[in-house]
């Protein structure tokens, strides 16, 4: 079945540092890809996505990349802030060809950004 | 207001009671999904109704969970003899039909079995 698995966290970094989580899926098919993202207090939220092989998602100054080859979808920031300080879901969708949405959500990764 | 609704925010119940959460989709979006997060379990998939097609139920983990769907809007998950493992926060979700569509996530029902 389809499976995510994300990068461990906790993750502390310091304001302005590059942000790099790492994302691997297992799929049949071609599944459109997602991060979601979910701030103190706040519902999940999609962060950005991508939908076919080499897509790239990017939102907020955040960006990821579709690489079928390596089924991965890393996520990455060149200059992470305070307020990027939340909890990252690398998630996958099921693959096209029906209208069947149900996604399969990696771990998580918590984000701490220091000033 | 525009976005997924759940109620109650929070509910406390003793073990072997029943619970109903209700959740109110975006209006116009034909898809709806519940998901649970749990500390051990992660973010797990629990059931999907898509307009009128039967239900996919293959994430519900026990006979206890059961969900419906009225009128291609409001949902109802509801849970019998509730059980301490039950304890989770219960997440809706609604989309537009495709599957490339973005879930728009509600803020989750915090359930506490004591």
């Known amino acids: 079945g389809n499976s995510v698995t994300q990068m461990e966290g906790p993750v502390t970094l310091s304001e302005e540092a590059f942000l790099t989580i790492n994302c691997t899926y297992t799929a049949t098919g071609y599944p459109s890809l997602f991060w979601y993202v979910q701030y103190p207090g706040e519902g999940l939220q999609l962060l950005l996505k991508a939908t076919k092989a080499d897509d790239k998602g990017s939102n907020k100054g955040f960006e990821a990349t579709y690489r079928k080859e390596t089924t991965s979808f890393h996520l990455e920031k060149g200059s992470v802030q305070v307020s990027d300080s939340a909890v990252y879901f690398c998630v996958l969708g099921r693959a096209g060809g029906t209208s069947y949405g149900k996604l399969t959500f990696g771990q998580g990764t918590i984000l701490t950004v220091h000033p | 207001g525009a976005g997924v609704s759940q109620s109650p925010s929070n509910k406390v119940t003793e073990k072997g009671k029943d619970v109903e959460l209700r959740c109110d989709p975006i209006?116009?979006?034909?898809?709806l999904y519940w998901y649970r997060q749990s500390l051990g379990q992660g973010l797990e998939f629990l059931i999907y109704f898509q307009g009128n097609s039967a239900p996919d139920k293959s994430g519900l983990p026990s006979d206890r969970f059961s969900a419906e769907r009225t009128g291609g809007s409001v949902s109802t998950l509801t849970i019998q003899r509730t059980q301490q493992e039950d304890s989770a926060v219960y997440l809706c979700a609604s989309s537009l039909e495709s599957e490339g569509n973005e879930q728009f996530f509600g803020p989750g029902t915090r359930l506490t079995v004591l």
């Open positions: 209006s116009g979006h034909t898809a």
